[in-house]
């Protein structure tokens, strides 16, 4: 699976953005997919997980709870993650990764496929 992630860019606190992750080589149905970030200086930590189907279970970090949403639509192959309220704290390069099978899932390293990331900046 060969994933791209866009939709990055630089947006002022309180802000949205949406970025989505197209995947290429074979459908995502199959995949629990999830969204990771890497702040300058920091590891990459979780963001938010979906399950296989669309309208799947989910799951955040504390900290975008309320204000991220995870979502897919596997006909397009794609998966989305809208962010609301936007803080300087959410900067960071954001990467789609796709699990294969399994349920809900933060742990980085079991992720089969990573995609490059898309940059988000948010100003204060």
């Known amino acids: 699976v060969q994933l791209q992630a866009s939709g990055g860019g630089l947006v002022q606190a309180g802000g949205s953005l949406r970025l989505s992750c197209v995947a290429s080589?074979?459908?995502?149905?199959?995949?629990?997919m999830g969204w990771f970030r890497q702040a300058p200086g920091k590891e990459r930590e979780f963001v938010a997980t979906?399950?296989?189907?669309?309208?799947?279970?989910?799951y955040y970090r504390d900290s975008v709870k309320g204000r991220f949403t995870v979502s897919r639509d596997n006909a397009k192959n794609t998966v989305y993650l809208q962010m609301n309220s936007l803080k300087p704290e959410d900067t960071a390069v954001y990467y789609c990764?796709?699990?294969?099978?399994?349920?809900?899932?933060?742990?980085?390293?079991?992720?089969?496929?990573w995609g490059h990331g898309t940059l988000v900046t948010v100003s204060s």
């Open positions: 080589g074979r459908t995502i149905s199959s995949y629990v």
């Open positions: 990764a796709a699990k294969q099978g399994g349920g809900i899932n933060s742990r980085a390293p079991q992720y089969d496929f």
């Open positions: 979906i399950t296989t189907w669309n309208g799947g279970s989910t």
